[in-house]
Nanobody, 119 residues
Framework: QVQLVESGGGLVQAGGSLRLSCAAS???????????MGWYRQAPGKQRELVAS???????NYGEFVKGRFAISGDNAKNTVYLQMNSLRSEDTAVYYC??????????WGQGTQVTVSS
């Protein structure tokens, strides 16, 4: 079994910053072999979308809307990924979900953390 524990969400004013963390615990074999770890988000009435993901080898993907505002990093020894979000906008308001496994049907999801950006 693998669990993802998220932290760092909250309320911030537009233009501000937040840092999300996600730690994976459980089967080391599964954590290491399941692929990319990252963040997705879902706003009310919208589909879940990729924010950013990173592999253990350091390959990174960002959602098109990020445009240099966010940065993902990982600590393989701690099985933890971080998402630094800068220049936040009201449209970034969503529930942010940590994911292990590339976002597909067999991947693992965290419980989600609310990010609210006030304008």
């Amino acid at each position: 079994q693998v669990q993802l524990v998220e932290s760092g969400g909250g309320l911030v004013q537009a233009g501000g910053s937040l840092r999300l963390s996600c730690a994976a615990s459980g089967s080391t074999f599964r954590i290491v072999t399941m692929g990319a770890m990252g963040w997705y988000r879902q706003a009310p009435g919208k589909q879940r979308e990729l924010v950013a993901s990173i592999t253990r080898g350091g390959s990174i993907n960002y959602g098109e809307f990020v445009k240099g505002r966010f940065a993902i990093s990982g600590d393989n020894a701690k099985n933890t990924v971080y998402l630094q979000m800068n220049s936040l906008r009201s449209e970034d308001t969503a529930v942010y979900y940590c994911n292990l496994g590339g976002g597909g049907g067999r991947s693992i999801w965290g419980q989600g953390t609310q990010v609210t950006v006030s304008s």
